[in-house]
């Protein structure tokens, strides 16, 4: 939920610098439809809604880390746009925490208290697992990349984030409020 923020937020702020959202028009991203599958994989694994069960459940693990493959190709694509670099950065971290728990993100259970997502907590605390998430203990690896920080309960969609999410977060910002540098002429 985090990158929903991010959007709305480099939305935001391009509007305001350039005066209108035309800028974005120029924004010349190649292979967008990988990122567009990579939502649509997202939006089958991960629950919708506190306590809900994801839609597509043989495979998750699978079809999460395969999301991420595909936002880095699309990254390395695009790779001349500098704030795909940023993002590309925070794609990489989430995909090598996800890839090292097995296709689970792992979330403090803190963290997701402080986000007021106390249906996943508990869901964690019964099961172990609700959706992608884990409970991060000492057994997860690379803790210190998974779900720590969180946005405060009262923003809406408030949840945990990994540094890998701030750093798609800020790229995503970027991108979206910068004003497109024009392509060189095709030969």
């Given at each position: 939920m985090v990158l929903l923020w991010a959007i709305v937020l480099g939305l935001l702020i391009g509007l305001i610098r350039h005066r209108g959202l035309a800028h974005l028009a120029q924004l010349?991203?190649?292979?967008?439809?990988?990122?567009?599958?990579?939502?649509?994989?997202?939006?089958?694994?991960?629950?919708?809604?506190?306590?809900?069960?994801?839609?597509?459940?043989?495979?998750?693990?699978?079809?999460?880390?395969?999301?991420?493959?595909?936002?880095?190709?699309?990254a390395i694509i695009n790779f001349r746009e500098k704030a795909l670099w940023l993002m590309a950065l925070g794609m990489l971290l989430n995909f090598t925490v996800i890839a090292a728990n097995g296709g689970h993100m792992p979330a403090s259970l803190d963290a997701l208290r402080a986000a007021g997502r106390t249906v996943t907590v508990e869901k964690l605390l019964t099961e172990g697992v609700s959706g992608n998430v884990i409970v991060m203990s000492e057994t997860t690896k690379l803790n210190f990349l998974g779900d720590i920080f969180w946005l405060p309960s009262w923003v809406p969609f408030a949840n945990a984030f990994s540094v890998g999410d701030l750093l798609l977060g800020v790229g995503v910002i970027w991108l979206l409020a910068k004003r497109p540098s024009p392509l060189p002429p095709l030969p």
């Open positions: 010349r991203l190649r292979a967008s439809g990988l990122v567009l599958l990579a939502v649509l994989i997202q939006m089958l694994i991960l629950p919708l809604s506190p306590g809900a069960k994801p839609i597509i459940i043989w495979g998750m693990e699978f079809f999460h880390i395969a999301s991420y493959v595909l936002l880095l190709l699309f």
